[in-house]
């Protein structure tokens, strides 16, 4: 399936935090077109249902390194908004390095799936050392991104995270109908993003999606399992 297009669906609205001579990505969007939010459900390319989780691994200069993320049992309601709480623990060489705690909501209207904030834990020794890149949408200027747009469409542009002088990672969708091959399987029909952010010009990062299953590659990690688990969280 190849869509081709220069933007992203009705939610998308103009452009604030573009730089001169790059290309401008997408930080307004009209939420309340959504007619509600969902803590539960499915994007094309984004699972958020409570048990379902994705291991991914590789080697990064020598470090092997292990990223678990689990959709939780656990919600939390953020500007008025129910999210489901999404976790990522990642371990370099057997050691834990980051936890961070993600708040996704679906958009009723368009199936976008809607980034409100993370808390993040940088770890050393079993030892909180950090909680850099923490933020939480209407706290500090902080507004909700998209994390996965409702419809794929190559060439969009888009902040997932809109958070001044804290985080602002933004993302384009650079190539659509890859094959990616993983431990777990080899993906058909998967797209492919760009991610960079103004605060670090230097920081790129690729990552690849599949149609049921979500991020199947981040840089040189892979998954290497998915599967929806049993859980004792409870919501909030």
């Known amino acids: 399936?190849?869509?081709?297009?220069?933007?992203?669906?009705?939610?998308l609205a103009k452009s604030e935090f573009s730089l001169a001579q790059e290309p401008k990505y997408t930080n307004t969007f009209r939420f309340e077109q959504?007619?509600?939010?969902?803590?539960?459900?499915?994007?094309?390319?984004?699972?958020?249902?409570?048990?379902?989780?994705?291991v991914l691994a590789g080697k990064d200069e020598g470090v092997d390194v292990r990223l678990t993320i689990t959709v939780l049992h656990q919600t939390k309601k953020i500007n008025g908004v129910t999210t489901r709480i999404v976790e990522e623990v990642e371990t370099k060489n057997g050691k834990l390095f980051e936890i961070a705690r993600n708040y996704f909501a679906i958009c009723n209207r368009d199936n976008s799936v809607v980034y409100f904030g993370e808390d993040v834990s940088f770890y050393n020794n079993g030892v909180v050392v950090s909680n850099q890149g923490s933020w939480l949408a209407g706290i500090k200027n902080a507004r909700?991104?998209?994390?996965?747009?409702?419809?794929?469409?190559?060439?969009?542009?888009y902040f997932q995270e809109i958070a001044p002088g804290v985080a602002l990672d933004r993302a384009e969708i650079v190539s659509i109908n890859e094959v990616v091959y993983t431990p777990a399987r080899i993906f058909q029909n998967s797209f492919k993003t760009e991610e960079t952010t103004p605060l670090d010009p230097s920081v790129k990062e690729f990552k690849w999606y599949a149609p049921g299953i979500g991020l199947i590659r981040d840089g040189v990690l892979k998954l290497v399992q998915s599967s929806p688990i049993k859980s004792e969280d409870n919501e909030d």
């Open 1 to 11: 399936m190849l869509v081709v297009a220069i933007a992203l669906p009705t939610l």
């Open 34 to 54: 959504c007619r509600g939010f969902s803590s539960t459900g499915r994007n094309p390319f984004f699972v958020l249902e409570p048990g379902f989780q994705q």
């Open 144 to 157: 909700p991104g998209i994390i996965m747009p409702g419809t794929v469409l190559l060439g969009a542009r």
